[in-house]
């Protein structure tokens, strides 16, 4: 069908009275109509989902309940799909003999299975995962070492080295305040008036600034890792009766990032010396941005860029990792190459993974090119229900390949020794991929136009790279990480909807990155930003010295009685404007969204 089917709008009496002629068996010539541009519709619309649209199928197999990329929730589905049929088996076309599955699957098989209890206090935090948390220690008011024991009267009592535990939870806003009432008095001759005074430790602590550095860390935290917009934050806070204005809000986050970007650019820095750096792009609007964009269409000859993206960057430096992330017009592969002119000259060509999308490699940079094995997979995966058998051993194939990559992990092998080992064990299984996908088009088992066919293309144009992790010590398998670090960004752009100006974005992208980078590197980003404003002007002597896995030990040699142990709370002088040499009409602009 390549025609567009004509469609038949009808009332709801139309309908329900349809209906009542289909259940009594008396349908007319019309209803018989109606039926017909029905079914032509719908399969109009699978037709053009087959042919041109991938996204939007996976749309519609969302909605009509398939959620996993699982082989063995792919495999379920198909059978359940088909159940006059015989069960779909493994792989009926696996030229080789081992069953693959996803190492995620043998994990579920292996633990907590249908016949199996959970293990005792699963799913419990213990009291050390309380890192935030305020803890006193309570003595036993009736003991002392040495004493003897009140049961056997015999034996004498000493103290454990690991002491009982009671977690008290309490619900707070997110940001508390104090209201400090000072009383006055007024005399009623010459008019003077005394007023007490603030406790010293919090004027000293305050210096006249109403919010404290944990307000500041707290609004950054909801605002940038948790994707609140500050409209959703200002009505909490008035909600729970300590109400903040949205400007002020953003004013607030604003100041805490003057006194802490330098961590950020230090980041930068660290990040462009990896071995491995992953990116992708995401969508990202900026208002001033669109509105630039406008005016260069009116105005320009040429083709004008008008996407906008935040690009996330993960890199991999020894055993940390980097998150990074940068929006604005440019793709991610040029915010790659921007961050590669950091790298020192000593260094090899880093490692690139990312999908075979042209925007995301730099095009002066000397890389190590890796392509995503996960977005090759999920071509065939879309497919699946139209192609099962083929689609099937394919999925099997990358799941032998992703064991074969969680085995190396679990034995913790060093990156020479997977590489030996991927050699031996998926090896011989790409081999029999390869003439398996060649096979489908020489043999003319596959149309090449079809979607399955595309997606076998993909495979093949891309060999290479995505095969790269069979001869280049250290090569990542996917770009999960990465993945996994954007879904910050659509968690802010899934409630903020768009940045109002670039400064607003800059801000953005800073906190995001200080944020992640805390959670990969298991720090908690709350203590971290807090400890980065209290010290600014240590920060913005020695940013590397301020960095998610060494500011504690900063902080132990900042402590009273070491050298150089004065904690300053700001920078000397005025303010320091953010780095990206922004105007000063953008660096004062209100961003509150």
């Known amino acids: ?62 909605i009509l309940g398939i959620k996993s990329e699982k082989s063995k929730k792919i495999r379920d589905n198909l059978n359940s ?7 779909i088996p493994a792989s009926e076309n696996t030229p080789h003999e081992t069953k693959a599955e996803d190492p995620t699957d043998n994990a579920e098989a292996s633990s907590n299975g249908p016949n199996e209890e959970k293990p005792k206090g699963h799913g419990r935090i213990g009291a050390d995962a309380h890192t935030g948390a305020k803890k006193i220690f309570i003595p036993m008011p009736t003991f002392k070492p040495g004493d003897r024991c009140p049961e056997c009267l015999r034996g004498k009592v000493y103290p454990q080295s690991k002491p009982g535990v009671f977690i008290s939870i309490e619900g707070q806003a997110p940001m508390g305040a104090t209201v ?106 900026i208002l001033s941005v669109m509105k630039e964009i406008g005016e260069e269409i009116k105005t320009a000859e040429g083709k004008t860029r008008t996407g906008m993206f935040t690009t996330g960057i993960v ?17 991610a592969g040029e915010n790659f190459a921007d961050l590669l ?53 394919v999925i099997d194939v990358f799941g032998k390949i992703c064991q074969n ?10 990156p020479d020794e997977r590489l030996q080992y991927h050699r031996e064990k998926s090896g011989p299984t790409l081999e029999s991929f390869h003439a398996w996908l060649n096979d489908q088009f020489d043999k003319k088992q596959v149309e090449p136009n079809s979607s399955l066919g595309k997606a076998i293309a993909y495979v093949l144009n891309h060999w290479k790279e995505l095969t790269r992790f069979l001869h280049v010590s250290g090569a990542p398998l996917d770009n999960n990480i990465c993945e996994r670090a954007l879904k910050k960004v659509i968690l802010h752009r899934k409630n903020s909807l768009f940045y109002k100006t670039e400064h607003g974005a800059y801000v953005g ?40 896995w060494n500011y504690r030990n900063t902080l132990t040699e900042l402590a009273p009685g070491r050298p150089g142990s004065q904690s300053e709370q700001t920078t ?8 990206g040499s922004l105007p000063p009409s953008g660096y004062a602009q209100a961003e509150p969204i």
């Not at 330098?262 to 071995?275: D, M, S, V």
């Not at 890199?315 to 793709?331: C, M, N, P, Q």
């Not at 000397?572 to 780095?579: D, F, I, K, N, R």
């Open 572 to 579: 000397q002088g005025a303010p320091v404007p953010l780095a």
């Open 315 to 331: 890199s991999v430096v020894e055993d940390r990792k980097i998150a990074l992330f940068f929006t604005g017009r440019r793709h």
């Open 180 to 285: 400090w009432q000072l009383e006055k008095y007024r005399c009623n001759l010459c008019g003077m008036i005394f007023s007490a005074e603030v406790p010293e430790d919090v004027a000293l602590n305050s210096k006249g600034n109403k919010f404290d550095p944990q307000a500041k860390s707290m609004i950054a935290i909801l605002r940038y890792g948790g994707g609140f917009p500050l409209n959703r934050i200002g009505e909490l806070q008035k909600s729970l009766g300590i109400p903040t204005p949205v400007s002020t809000l953003w004013e607030k986050a604003e100041e805490a990032g003057d006194k802490i970007y330098p961590a950020y650019e230090e980041l930068k820095r660290q990040a462009a010396q990896g071995t491995i750096i992953h990116n992708d792009d995401t969508g990202m609007k």
């Open 509 to 548: 992208d800073m906190f995001m990155s200080l944020i992640h980078t805390c959670n990969l590197a298991g720090e908690n980003p709350f203590d971290y930003l807090t400890n980065l404003q209290t010290h600014s002007s240590h920060v913005f002597k020695n940013p590397e010295k301020w960095l998610p």
């Open 341 to 393: 002119e950091k790298r020192a000259p000593d260094r090899d060509p880093p490692i690139q993974m990312c999908d075979a999308k042209s925007g995301n490699t730099p095009k002066d940079a000397e890389v190590v090119s890796c392509y995503c094995n996960t977005h090759a997979r999920r071509n065939f995966v879309n497919v699946a229900e139209d192609f099962p058998d083929q689609c099937l051993y």
């Open 1 to 62: 069908m390549n025609q567009i089917p004509q469609v038949k709008k009808i009332s709801l009496e139309e309908k329900t009275a349809l209906l009542d002629r289909l259940e009594r068996n008396v349908l007319t010539h019309e209803d018989c109509e109606i039926i017909r541009h029905l079914f032509d519709t719908i399969e109009f619309i699978i037709e053009m989902v087959n042919r041109k649209n991938a996204q939007l199928k996976t749309l519609l197999k969302r």
């Open 405 to 414: 990559d969680a085995l190396a992990r679990e034995r913790q092998m060093s």
């Open 81 to 87: 799909n088909n159940p006059s049929e015989e069960p």
